[in-house]
């Protein structure tokens, strides 16, 4: 049984014993969705205008590195550029919705499948990126898988300038206006894996990759 069929068969058990219908009602889904819309939202902090601006400061404040191109056939020698300064190999996979970009002419090798555990390059797209974080949001789907970002020891977020929100609430409003329900994984990325349990010292790569990249696409 795969993960999705799980989940469902997971919350339709508890939906018979609620003696509930194992589909969610048109009602239920009203209901929800009032309740969203009436929920007021508490105070969020100054983050200033230029929310390109503050998302960068905070992405390198959370250890990512950050470039900048100005269109989406810029995007495949913005990698190449980036690999080539940490000297990695040109080779990565990548999620299925970026297999219409120019990789051969950029030198980078791309398979477009889920990691294996060799792959030391993931590259991804992202939903959207919240300026008050510097994180990305990445909904899971058949052809943007969530290990793309978790695996590969280097991760590269590709997100478009015009889809950095403010804060979370604002993101969370624009999947659910532009998907409706939210799909099986929703991940909030802030830099690289890290943790402190040792002896209190950060160690960067712990749980997932220990270098994240973002490329801003200022006219995506």
């Known amino acids: 049984m795969d993960t999705s069929a799980a989940r469902k068969a997971i919350f339709s058990r508890i939906r018979q014993a609620q003696n509930r219908p194992v589909e969610p009602t048109q ?14 939202q508490g105070p969020r902090p100054a983050i200033g205008s230029d929310l390109i601006e503050r998302f ?23 990698v190449a550029r980036y690999l080539d300064s940490i000297g990695v190999a040109k080779q990565a996979i990548a ?19 889920a990691p294996r555990n060799e792959d030391l ?7 959207c990126a919240v300026a008050e974080t510097g994180s990305l949001m990445v909904l899971s789907g058949p052809d943007t898988y969530s290990s793309a970002s978790l695996l590969p020891e280097t991760h590269i977020a590709i997100v478009a300038a015009s889809r950095i929100v403010g804060a979370m609430e604002d993101a969370f409003a624009l999947a659910r206006n532009e998907h409706g329900e939210l799909p099986r994984a929703v991940n909030f990325i802030s ?22 990249h973002v ?4 006219a995506a």
Request: glycine fraction near 10%.
């Open 27 to 40: 009602a239920e889904r009203d209901a929800v969705r009032d309740y969203l819309a009436a929920h007021s």
């Open 215 to 218: 490329i801003v696409v200022s």
């Open 191 to 212: 830099g690289p894996s890290r943790t402190g349990d040792i002896e209190q010292t950060i160690v960067l790569g712990a749980h997932g990759p220990y270098r994240v």
């Open 56 to 78: 960068k400061q905070q992405a390198l404040r959370m250890s990512d590195t950050v470039d900048e191109v100005n269109s989406l056939n810029e995007v495949p020698a913005a």
């Open 121 to 127: 390059v993931g590259i991804t797209g992202a939903f």
């Open 95 to 113: 999620w299925k919705t970026l297999d219409g970009f120019a990789w051969g002419e950029a030198g980078v090798q791309v398979e477009f499948r």
